[in-house]
DNA sequence: CTGGAAAGACGAGACGTCTCGCTTTGGTAG
DNA sequence: CTACCAAAGCGAGACGTCTCGTCTTTCCAG
């Protein structure tokens, strides 16, 4: 009954082989021509060493992500979402980082081919989200809930929707490339979530 | 020398077959899984009538969805971008139109797989970019050209990112799932784009 | 000596091409 | 106007190839 592989002989020279590989491999020919047996010959491991602990190439590739973002963190000796007490600075300073990773190929290719790997598979999307993205949400919306309580926001603010207002917009742009993504752009965004279009004067 | 089929020969019956097949059969397997042998077995067709006639299978799926649009279009009676003078009004109704195209299954799995497919396919994505979602961006921004002429908006107000405000976070709900699409959800959204979420009373 | 690991053989199935008659089309001769 | 006929698309499906995920074998570490 091989359903339960002995978790605690697992080889974690081959796991961590098996993660880099997949990274740079989706990097290179990018998420549809991303196969396992490529995966398995690059990180010098059988093809059942992959398929022993994953079920598909995808959940391997979120797991990857996941060790990159990880070591992402530490080695940009991260200290938590920046609090300057200026609202405005503080997201423009946060989403000005979030374009340079997805202008570096590195970032950009693992985290495009698992956006829409998990927007067809609800399973691996529901892990993508509630993994990797939902945290990142978490510390914007507490960055907004500080704020809130400062009074730098109109009280009732929904918070999860302000947050989906600037990182919706740049996600859209990112993954239909309908335009470069830019510093400016995200600087001009967080002025018009924070401010709206409405022309107020002419109330 | 088959290199140039003659169009004026072509069989619309069988044409209008595989579109149809492409569209069910997406819905049923999704994208990944989606071959041309079975749209040409589903559509009652042989395949060498596809291959002559689409490069891929990712452009059938491309043209029967700017089939499906066309036809939405017809039997919605569409008029254009509705003007009634009030463009949060306006902003409103279309958004909840989208919100209910988005939980229509019939629109959803073939949205979302070309959305996900063109996210890592560059050409096929400039495609659907430009083909199925340009002019739909287009109409928002000239509802949003009319509002600025009439002093409704700030001045410099740049429309593509006001689009992009409305469209951005909508879309981000839809593909990763994080919350469920409502008429609430999108009246919210256009209140607090047009409005913004800064306390201006405490400026 | 148990169980994961590396290597690769294996069957399944989709690929894109092809061949085969059948049907449709559009031009031509009577 | 009708009858004929060549040309081209059509449905069907066989074909060789490729890549998939599984299965088998041998080896090695604890």
Same mark, same amino acid.
């Given at each position: 009954?091989?359903k339960?592989?002995?978790?605690? /002989?697992?080889?974690?020279?081959?796991?961590?082989?098996?993660?880099d590989?997949?990274?740079?491999?989706v990097?290179?020919?990018?998420?549809?021509?991303?196969?396992?047996?490529?995966i398995?010959?690059?990180?010098g491991?059988?093809?059942?060493?992959?398929?022993?602990?994953w079920?598909s190439? =995808?959940?391997v590739?979120?797991?990857?992500s996941? =060790?990159?973002?990880g070591?992402?963190?530490?080695?940009?000796?991260?200290?938590?979402?920046?609090?300057?007490g200026d609202?405005?600075?503080?997201?423009?300073?946060?989403?000005? =980082?979030?374009?340079?990773?997805?202008?570096?190929?590195?970032?950009?290719a693992?985290?495009?081919?698992?956006?829409?790997?998990?927007?067809?598979?609800?399973? +691996?999307?529901? /892990?993508?989200?509630?993994?990797?993205?939902?945290?990142?949400?978490?510390?914007?919306?507490?960055?907004? !809930?500080?704020? /809130?309580?400062? &009074?730098?926001?109109?009280?009732?603010?929904d918070?999860? +929707?302000?947050?989906?207002m600037?990182?919706?917009?740049?996600?859209?742009?990112?993954l239909l490339?309908?335009?470069?993504?830019? !510093?400016?752009?995200?600087d001009?965004l967080?002025?018009?979530?924070?401010? &709206?279009?409405?022309?107020?004067? =002419?109330r």
């Amino acid at each position: 009954m091989p359903k339960t592989p002995d978790a605690t /002989r697992r080889s974690d020279r081959s796991r961590r082989a098996i993660l880099d590989a997949a990274l740079v491999l989706v990097g290179e020919v990018g998420y549809n021509k991303l196969t396992i047996e490529a995966i398995a010959a690059r990180a010098g491991v059988g093809k059942q060493t992959i398929y022993r602990w994953w079920p598909s190439k =995808a959940a391997v590739l979120l797991d990857a992500s996941l =060790a990159l973002a990880g070591d992402a963190e530490t080695e940009a000796e991260w200290t938590g979402f920046p609090d300057t007490g200026d609202l405005a600075a503080d997201l423009k300073h946060v989403l000005r =980082a979030t374009v340079d990773e997805f202008n570096d190929e590195k970032y950009d290719a693992p985290a495009r081919a698992l956006t829409a790997a998990g927007a067809t598979e609800p399973e +691996l999307g529901a /892990r993508f989200t509630e993994q990797l993205l939902e945290p990142q949400l978490a510390l914007y919306e507490a960055r907004l !809930h500080t704020a /809130r309580e400062a &009074g730098q926001l109109v009280p009732d603010t929904d918070l999860r +929707l302000t947050v989906e207002m600037l990182l919706g917009p740049l996600t859209y742009r990112w993954l239909l490339r309908t335009a470069p993504l830019t !510093h400016a752009y995200t600087d001009a965004l967080v002025d018009r979530v924070l401010g &709206g279009v409405a022309n107020v004067t =002419a109330r």
